[in-house]
């Protein structure tokens, strides 16, 4: 089965720099990167995922990078604003087929105005 | 897009008694249902997996007495809480898996239980 890391539990950043979230997986055979984002109180939405064919993916100023030999992939924010304040979660699946997502522990992001 | 519908979005129950949580998939078939449960600031937990027609796989750890899960057709879903305890109280989060797509999770929009 999998499991997965994340890092750091919280981050802090000033309105417009860059934060950036990271997870390691174990399972050499996962081939889906998703990540989420969870206000309080709601459900987890995908903000980006990634596939194991390519090692980059970007929409407008979010960012997955993947790197399957060390087993990591990445979330980048660029140009951060308080509405991005919120606990994100990198994911990937338990195993082959159809199997849950195992999740990491989350990251607290706060854009700070 | 994948909808899926979860209800109640909030409960408050007394001690000893049974909530049933439900989640529909509005427009796909559900194959393969997962029950998360998330504790305040803590991440999703997986307590079991679902397939149509058969016997729910739990989690170590997860009392399948405890939570009876339900999934009889490809639309829908359950799980019942029974003799909840002020310890069950938790944000519980279905997730339906469409049947041929290996990277479609649908989450529900989650049920707050509080247990008095």
């Known amino acids: 089965g999998e499991n997965v890391e994340q890092h750091p539990s919280t981050l802090s950043v000033q309105e417009g720099d860059s934060a950036v979230i990271k997870c390691t997986y174990s399972?050499?055979?996962?081939?889906?990167f998703p990540w989420y984002k969870q206000e309080l109180g709601k459900r987890p939405q995908l903000i980006i995922d990634?596939?194991?064919?390519?090692g980059e993916k970007k929409d407008q100023r979010i960012a997955v990078t993947l790197n399957k030999t060390a087993k990591h992939f990445s979330l980048h924010i660029t140009e951060t604003q308080p509405e991005d304040s919120a606990v994100y979660f990198c994911?990937?699946?338990?195993?082959?087929?159809?199997?849950?997502?195992?999740f990491g522990k989350g990251t607290r992001l706060s854009v700070i105005a | 897009g994948a909808v899926v519908s979860q209800h109640p979005s909030r409960v408050i129950c007394k001690s000893g008694t049974s909530v049933k949580i439900e989640c529909r998939s509005l427009d796909f078939q559900a194959t393969t249902m997962f029950w998360y449960r998330q504790f305040p600031k803590k991440s999703l937990m997986l307590m079991a997996t679902?397939?149509?027609?058969?016997?729910?796989?739990?989690e170590q750890g997860v009392e399948k007495d405890k939570f009876l899960i339900n999934h009889a057709s490809l639309t829908l879903s359950t799980l019942t809480v029974t003799s909840a305890h002020p310890e069950d109280s938790s944000f519980y989060i279905c997730?339906?898996?469409?049947?041929?797509?290996?990277?479609?999770?649908?989450f529900g929009s989650g049920t707050r239980l509080t247990v008095v």
């Open positions: 994911a990937a699946p338990w195993n082959s087929g159809n199997t849950p997502l195992v």
């Open positions: 679902s397939n149509e027609g058969s016997k729910a796989t739990y």
């Open positions: 399972d050499s055979a996962s081939n889906y």
């Open positions: 990634i596939r194991s064919n390519v």
């Open positions: 997730s339906a898996k469409k049947a041929g797509d290996p990277y479609g999770y649908t």
